[in-house]
């Protein structure tokens, strides 16, 4: 276990789980593609901002969203399950983040920790601007003050599993029910 992890657990701090999806992607000229990390830059991200909460990081994989399957997201599953922590965050690609969301609120059998799943348009690293880092702030400030439940944290909203869409031709989320 790393220090981060015993402090974790003492202190009931945030438990990251990294994913992949843009957020945590590099741009690959001789595909003209944007793909996922070998390993996760978030780590390095969110130590540099120095928070006060002890953070834990667990890689469970690297994938372009349109990638991730049903076993994929059981390893996600079984990982938050065995959580010290109360309070997570997951980064996750854009495109089927609801999907995962919607399967860990009909899955998850622990109703004590306050789950995020949060993302981004623009990889973190190697692009600015991008949404990652005001993205992984606000799921930040999101995870201390919100009730225990599941949620999609992105663009400066908050949505249920149930409701939250994503607007491919606009490039943002919405819900469902939104006028």
């Known amino acids: 276990m790393n220090q981060d992890q015993t402090t974790n657990k003492r202190n009931g701090g945030i438990h990251f789980f990294l994913t992949g999806g843009t957020i945590d992607s590099y741009y690959e000229g001789s595909k003209d593609a944007v793909l996922p990390n070998k390993h996760s ?43 010290p922590s109360q309070k997570i965050i997951i980064t996750h690609g854009t495109y089927t983040m609801p999907d995962t969301a919607r399967f860990l609120k009909a899955n998850l059998k622990r109703d004590d920790q306050t789950i995020i ?6 990889p973190i690293k190697g692009f ?52």
Not at 117 to 122: E, N
């Open 41 to 83: 830059v978030i780590p390095e991200f969110i130590k540099s901002l120095k928070l006060y909460q002890p953070t834990s990081f667990t890689e469970v994989y690297m994938k372009d969203s349109r990638d991730i399957n049903q076993q994929d997201r059981r390893k996600i599953l079984t990982a938050i399950e065995k959580s």
């Open 117 to 122: 799943l949060t993302a981004s348009m623009i």
């Open 128 to 179: 600015a601007p991008s949404d990652g880092s005001f993205n992984l702030g606000f799921a930040l400030a999101q995870v201390e003050v919100l009730p225990t439940g599941i949620y999609v944290v992105i663009q400066g909203q908050v949505f249920q599993p149930e409701e939250v869409i994503k607007l491919v031709s606009e490039g943002r989320f919405t819900s469902i029910f939104s006028k």
